[in-house]
Every structure is written in structure tokens, then in C-alpha cells.
């Protein structure tokens, strides 16, 4: 399903216009390369964020991992946790904040390792 500037997911409506068009063209032409939804939704609106600001896609990148004590976030060439915690959501809300204090995206993984959901923190 293709999206216009008049049907787009819900989840694009608060963005600023200009990046909100522009997602819904990367959110498109992802779709047509067998993304599914919800993941190119979350790509284009990165991607059209970095876009919006001029900014490179270099940012730095944390991820969100199990952990032998549960959840951790490191950085994405990093050797050691930056924060842990028992459960994921506990992590989630304290890992968006530091994201976004250091201004990089968050990678958000499943148990088994693969990516459930990526980020853009501002």
C-alpha cells in the first residue's frame, strides 16, 4: 500500500509537514522494496529527520540487548554496558532519555537478537 500526502499512517501526523512528505516518499519506496509497514514507517521517519536537519546518518548508535542480568544499553561499538536493568520497558524509558542526551538513535532489539524497532531520539 502506497501513501499520499492525504493518507498516511497515523503515526506520521505530528510530524512538521516537510518531514512528514518526506518519509512518506522513503516510507514508499521501502514499502517497494518489501519492508514491512511498521518498519519502513520507522526508517523513513529517521531518514527524513536527518534530512530535515542537514545531518548525516553518522549519529551515534545505542542498542538495546538482553543481557545476562536482563536488558542493556550500549553504545554500538561498545565493550560495556551502559546501563542495565531487569526488564526491558524498565530500560526503554531510561534509555530514550540518555539517547537523546547524547544525541544518537536507539536500536531497539528482541530477545532473539534481531532489530524489533529503530529510534530517532532528538
Not at 19 to 26: G, L, Q, T
Not at 27 to 50: K, P
Request: charged share 35%.
Amino acid at each position: 500500500m502506497s501513501w499520499t500526502k492525504n493518507d498516511y499512517p497515523a503515526s506520521l501526523k505530528n510530524l512538521p509537514r516537510d518531514v512528514r512528505n518526506k518519509a512518506i516518499e522513503i516510507a514508499n519506496a521501502l514499502l517497494d522494496e518489501g519492508y514491512e509497514e511498521g518498519r519502513a514507517i520507522a526508517i523513513a521517519t529517521d531518514r527524513a529527520h536527518q534530512s530535515e536537519e542537514g545531518s548525516t546518518p553518522d549519529k551515534t548508535e545505542y542498542h538495546v540487548t538482553p543481557h545476562d542480568d536482563g536488558w542493556q544499553l550500549k553504545k554500538a561499538d561498545g565493550k560495556r554496558a551502559i546501563l542495565v536493568e531487569s526488564t526491558k520497558d524498565k530500560l526503554l524509558s531510561k534509555a530514550k532519555d540518555y539517547v537523546t542526551d547524547h544525541s544518537g538513535t536507539l536500536v531497539v532489539h528482541k530477545q532473539d537478537g534481531s532489530v524489533e524497532d529503530h529510534l530517532y531520539q532528538r
